[in-house]
């Protein structure tokens, strides 16, 4: 789990950042499009990420359970536009 949580800090970290989606366990999908946008728990056992900053809700997504974590496969809005 302590892997896990150093490697999304690091993927949050990069410059330029590139939007990256994370997968878990039981199936979800939650694609970081801003590093503003998401943070880990400085225990590492959780992170929050806002998908859609217009709205009020974020996911909460136990690092115990993540599965997979992909670059590239979703651009971010502002990726895109350039």
């Known amino acids: ?7 999304i ?5 990069e410059h330029p ?3 990256f989606t994370i997968h878990t366990s039981d199936g979800k999908v939650v ?3 801003d590093p503003e946008f998401a943070w880990v728990h400085p225990f ?6 806002c998908q859609d900053p217009n709205v009020d809700a974020e996911e909460v997504i ?3 359970h993540v ?3 992909s670059k590239g ?10």
């Open 1 to 7: 789990m302590k892997a896990i949580a150093e490697r």
């Open 9 to 13: 800090r690091m993927l949050l970290g």
């Open 17 to 19: 950042f590139r939007a």
């Open 31 to 33: 694609t970081v499009r």
């Open 44 to 49: 590492g056992r959780t992170m929050y990420v």
């Open 62 to 64: 136990h690092l115990m």
């Open 67 to 69: 599965t997979k974590l």
């Open 73 to 82: 496969g979703r651009q971010s809005h502002n990726r895109r536009n350039k």
